[in-house]
């Protein structure tokens, strides 16, 4: 088997057992440091064994198996108490069955068990980022705009606490949903923009592993709660999101901005069902969640024939809208972008300059204002900030796209 097949195999166990394989381990020792270090090393030593002997015929069975055994033997490392052999003693038997509880899905429920409300929101999104969906720490601490060792510390903190207030691996009962709903819709929501637009130099830059299957859970999450607005709102911005995937990246492999992309390539069938799960929560008369004004907000985009067509005073009062809910520099930034459209660059750029001490070192800022400057034609300065945001961008489709606009400068 040759080194490709096996990287091949790898990365679709690590996308279809990472997961399982950690709450197992979780479940059984009580520790996630252990559960995820060990759950690694059985990855990597599958990247070793599996050229010569080949992927075994149930690589989800092999992998809890290594995973336990590693877990084990750092046990016994690091302990000699009685009390810790017979713990991993007990873990060469098998568990029994798990209720599966309110949540059918096996990776739902994980996510649901790990968005537990004793954790603060950012501890348990990003602690589930690692140990459910899989996502490298670089990853998450990008999706939040922090430093690795910030968010490091942070998911270290979570795992401390859920330690200390012996907080249980247990499947959540129907009553527990609305309470983690939120934390679930935030993870999802981070697991589809990696996919959307992945944040590391060495993948590909949209992942539609990523992205199908936030939606895929996000439609389990709709069923299960019907009546949530937000469940509903963030499915209708993904599907409207996936609509433009395939018309995002050139055959070159350059991001293609939304002004310039083939609407004729756009999914007609997910634009139409986003727009009717939008005008349904317009229909319901319930005032707007997060999820449901950036669902709105993407309605409109996907609307206009051309983007000419766009109708700019909406997207900017549901900006406005949505400031008063998320009062955040990203919202800031994404709401100046749409006031260019009706007010010029200038004006926009002033907004968008009040935001350099927070988004400095975020590439789509300096990529921002690298457009305003040029559009107000000052290209010296345009030209500087295109370089900072190549220096900062994520993907090579970034850094393609960047290096275009910037050497078109005069």
């Not at 009040?354 to 400057?373: F, I, P, W």
Request: aromatic content about 4%.
């Amino acid at each position: 088997m040759s080194t490709v097949d096996v990287r091949e195999a790898v990365t679709r166990a690590h996308h279809q057992e990472w997961a399982r394989v950690v709450a197992a381990l979780a479940r059984r020792f009580g520790d996630l440091d252990i559960a995820e270090e060990a759950t690694a090393e059985a990855f990597a030593t599958a990247v070793e064994h599996w050229p010569a002997g080949g992927v075994p015929p149930n690589p989800g069975g092999w992998l809890t198996t290594t995973a336990t055994r590693k877990a084990i033997d750092r046990i016994r490392r690091e302990s000699k108490r009685d009390d810790k052999h017979k713990e991993a003693r007990m873990a060469y038997h098998d568990d029994p069955p798990e209720p599966v509880g309110a949540v059918d899905d096996d990776r739902l429920r994980l996510v649901f068990t790990c968005c537990h409300p004793a954790l603060a929101m950012e501890a348990r999104v990003a602690l589930t980022l690692r140990m459910v969906a899989g996502l490298t720490m670089p990853e998450i601490a990008r999706a939040f705009l922090v430093a690795e060792s910030a968010m490091g510390q942070r998911i270290t903190r979570a795992k401390a606490k859920i330690k200390a207030a012996r907080i249980p691996y247990r499947v959540p009962s129907e009553q527990d949903l609305p309470a983690r709903v939120s934390g679930v819709l935030a993870v999802l929501f981070l697991v589809f923009n990696e996919g959307y637009l992945a944040t590391g130099p060495d993948t590909d830059p949209v992942r539609h592993d990523l992205t199908a299957e936030a939606i895929r859970l996000t439609r389990l999450i709709r069923a299960l709660l019907p009546q949530d607005g937000e469940a509903a709102g963030l499915l209708a911005l993904m599907l409207l999101t996936e609509a433009r995937r395939t018309a995002r990246v050139s055959v070159s492999g350059e991001l293609v901005s939304l002004a310039e992309q083939d609407r004729g390539a756009w999914d007609t069938a997910l634009i139409a069902e986003g727009h009717r799960l939008v005008r349904e929560r317009l229909a319901a008369g319930a005032a707007p969640g997060r999820y449901q004004i950036l669902a709105a907000i993407n309605a409109v985009h996907t609307s206009a024939r051309d983007v000419r067509d766009t109708d700019w005073s909406q997207v900017v009062a549901l900006y406005d809208q949505l400031v008063r809910l998320d009062p955040s520099p990203i919202v800031a930034l994404n709401r100046a972008i749409a006031v260019a459209e009706i007010d010029g660059p200038e004006v926009a750029l002033a907004a968008v300059d009040r935001l350099d001490d927070s988004l400095s070192a975020y590439h789509a800022y300096q990529a921002t204002r690298a457009d305003l400057l040029c559009r107000s034609g000052r290209s010296q300065e345009s030209r500087a900030a295109y370089d900072k945001a190549i220096e900062l961008a994520g993907n090579t489709a970034e850094t393609a796209y960047l290096t275009r606009r910037r050497d078109q400068l005069g």
